[in-house]
């Protein structure tokens, strides 16, 4: 076996190779027109319309589900929070914090973010944080009153772990 500086390429025999032919003069045209000719458009012919008229067609987009549900107590308790001189518009979003990692938060924004998702409900404006989307995507949002304290509370289908005390989760 020869070592790796004797390995040559395989002799072809000379029958087989392939040599490039030289160019002829002959081969090659030459177009020349006068300039007055070369300088006129001509006119283009569209193709004849078809004497049959095709059906519309269907859309193929469908109505998306909300990102996120409230129910009628959130939605009057938000009615009556953004009912204020100043209108302002009321931003869900997550946080770190607690025992398992992730906690609701809810302010006051003055306009909503370039890729903040907006849920409308019964005349109702809230916005998602686009940074929390996949966490509350599918969330239903309500308002509890109880004889100790009065909250909003988020029923998530995405939790797969929550603290004992329910302030905080994982997805």
Not at 76 to 87: D, F, I, K, N, S
């Amino acid at each position: 076996m020869p070592g790796a500086h004797e390995i040559r390429p395989p002799s072809i025999p000379p029958d087989q190779v392939i040599r490039p032919q030289p160019k002829r003069q002959d081969d090659t045209q030459n177009i020349s027109l006068p300039e007055s000719e070369a300088q006129v458009s001509k006119p283009v012919t569209e193709p004849p319309s078809p004497t049959t008229t095709s059906p519309p067609r269907k859309s193929r987009l469908r109505a998306r589900k909300a990102a996120m549900s409230v129910t009628p107590a959130a939605t009057a308790q938000l009615r009556h929070l953004l009912a204020q001189p100043e209108p302002k518009l009321i931003r869900v979003g997550v946080r770190n914090r607690g025992c398992s990692g992730l906690a609701y938060h809810l302010e006051y924004v003055e306009k909503p973010g370039a890729f903040d998702e907006a849920v409308e409900q019964d005349g109702v404006k809230v916005l998602i944080d686009s940074k929390a989307l996949f966490s509350i995507i599918g969330s239903e949002m309500d308002w509890v009153e109880d004889k100790l304290n009065q909250r909003f509370v988020f029923r998530n289908p995405n939790i797969k772990e929550q603290c004992g005390c329910g302030e905080s989760f994982m997805v």
